[in-house]
């Protein structure tokens, strides 16, 4: 298990990364601000997020992740405001830190363009000296120091929406960091490095008569010298107070997703994702919990439900 860690590391710090470097979220509709800063403000509430995640249970070294996020209208909700802070943990390595957003927001008259910025830091910790490489004798210089580094980054995105449709273009991170230790370089001269993610994001509300509504999504995750992959979603709403839905990550796993708006303040979700790949049968799946709470709500700044 130490060795497939290993790997996993490798392949998560180098050019031929084969999956995103940042966190992955099944409900990336409810922790937008995660990878879009354009949409800070955009609830027209002072909000705040928390999720949980838990990757690949039962797993060795298996991901676990940790946000929370505020955001906020400021100046007559034409611009907005957010901050998170994140904590990822996988194996051997562990990457936390914080940034602030912040939105332009041009209102149209029924819809909402905004342009937005974020920056902050990053701390990256990877312990590779503690790894048993067994007694095959010599030096492996690629665990012979550990990593301890801080990196300063920022991103942009734009993000538009009405009352049933979002969309949502983004790169958090445009700095390509240099990741440093004594295993930077590798025998192809390929160096380690923090790379650009783009994501696209879109979704709908159609009505299915009074007490019903379907609300399909996707996100597009695209980074270099990986594969494309695409969350695929659809959720039923049931008298805009519960939803049940379903997930498809190509090429990667399916998921059950379940929504409750408790009251106009606090919703929560939950989510469930099983591998689709031969990685099922060393793990019990992966669990996602999503808490948000809105401070001083008032019935007349909100028109209708929220769904996104």
Known sequence: MKRIVVILYVLLSSLCVMGQQDAMYSQYMFNTLAINPAYAGSRNVLSATALLRSQWVG????PETQTI??????????????????????????????????????FMEKSTLSFGLQGGASHLK????????????????AF????????????????????????????????NNRINNNSEITSNGQVARQYMHLFVASGYVFN??????????????????????????TSLWIKD???????????????????VQI????????????????????????????????FGFQKDKVLSPRYF
């Open 208 to 233: 299915l008569g009074e007490d019903f509504k379907i609300k399909p999504s996707f996100l597009f995750k695209g980074i270099q010298g990986a594969p494309i992959q695409v969350d695929l979603n």
């Open 263 to 294: 009251n106009p303040q606090i919703r929560m979700g939950y989510s469930y994702d099983r591998s689709v790949t031969k990685l099922a049968n060393f793990n019990s799946g992966s669990h996602e919990v999503m808490l948000r709470y809105e």
């Open 69 to 106: 996020s505020f955001d906020m209208p400021l100046r007559n909700e034409k611009l907005g405001l957010g901050v998170q802070a994140f904590n990822d943990h996988i194996g051997i390595t562990n990457l936390s830190g914080g940034f602030a957003s912040f939105a332009y927001r041009i």
């Open 126 to 141: 990877a312990d590779l000296r503690s790894v048993d490489l067994g007694n095959q004798g010599g030096v492996d210089m």
């Open 59 to 62: 797993m060795d070294g298996a």
């Open 241 to 259: 107070v519960f939803s049940v839905g379903v997930q498809y990550r190509t090429n990667a796993a399916i998921a059950a997703m379940l929504e």
């Open 144 to 175: 012979l120091q550990n990593i301890n580094q801080v990196f300063l980054n920022f991103g942009t995105g734009v993000y538009f929406n009405t009352d049933r449709f979002y969309l949502g273009i983004s790169v958090p991170h445009l700095l």
